[in-house]
Every structure is written in C-alpha cells, then in structure tokens.
C-alpha cells in the first residue's frame, strides 16, 4: 500500500474564496476522454472562472487569447464539450454543466403521477398486467 505524505506541506491546497472545484467523476467516468486537449483547456477554464451557477460571460476573444486558440479551434473545442454535455453554450453565455445524469423521466400515460406499488411496478417492467 502507498503511504502518502505531503511533498511541500508549506503548499498544501485550500479551498480559494472563490467558487470552483473539478468534480473527480471527470476522470472516473470517463467524460475526459470525451474530449481532446483544447476542450479540456477550455473546460478548465470555464471552472475556474464560471459563478456558482456554473455561469460564465467571457467573450471568445476573451478565451481565445488566454488559452491561446483562434476562433476555429475555440468553436471545435467549445462543440466537443457540448456533446460530451460538460457544458451548454447561447452566446455570449457559457453553462459548466452538472456532471449528474439527468433524473429520468417519469411513467408516461393514464398511471402518469398516480401512487404505484412495487408490484405493480415489477408486473409492468416485466410485461404483465397491472
């Protein structure tokens, strides 16, 4: 088993006043290989600047000279996490996305909002009647 210990202690990472944090699940669940270089460059950036709400207003040029891209790699990197919905864009608004699965949609049809039992539930799922 690895024993950790701090390397520099004097530079032990806090928490910064600021809002923003990498979930872990980026790595766990794979969403970063959704994604080349230049996407998870942008998608860094986005984290660190974006507001509680994920919400972010830099312009592309904004962007673009910070992370050193022009607008067509910008434009490629910004659609590459948009199908990996990491993020949401409107212009000029950028949304760093939960990295929850969307709840799923409830029961459809005449039971739609009605109290169910799990047997009725199972019986369903499993092709009988209710």
């Not at 390397?7 to 790595?27: A, C, K, M, Q, S």
């Not at 050193?68 to 760093?96: F, G």
């Not at 739609?112 to 539930?121: F, N, P």
Request: aromatic residues 6%.
């Amino acid at each position: 088993m690895i024993i950790k210990r701090l390397i520099r202690p004097e530079r032990l990472r806090r928490v910064p006043p600021g809002f923003n944090w990498v979930d872990h699940r980026l790595v766990s669940q794979n969403f970063i290989g959704r994604c080349d270089h230049a996407a998870l460059a942008l998608y860094l950036f986005l984290v660190t600047v974006s507001d509680v709400q994920g919400l972010s207003y830099y312009s592309d040029a904004a962007i673009g000279r910070r992370l050193k891209m022009d607008l067509v790699q910008l434009a490629a990197a910004r659609q590459q996490l948009a199908q990996a919905d990491l993020i949401a864009y409107q212009k000029p608004l950028y949304q760093v996305l939960a990295l929850d699965a969307p709840a799923s949609p409830g029961p459809t049809g005449e039971r739609a909002g009605e109290v169910q039992s799990a047997g009725e539930i199972l019986r369903r799922l499993l092709g009988g009647a209710s």
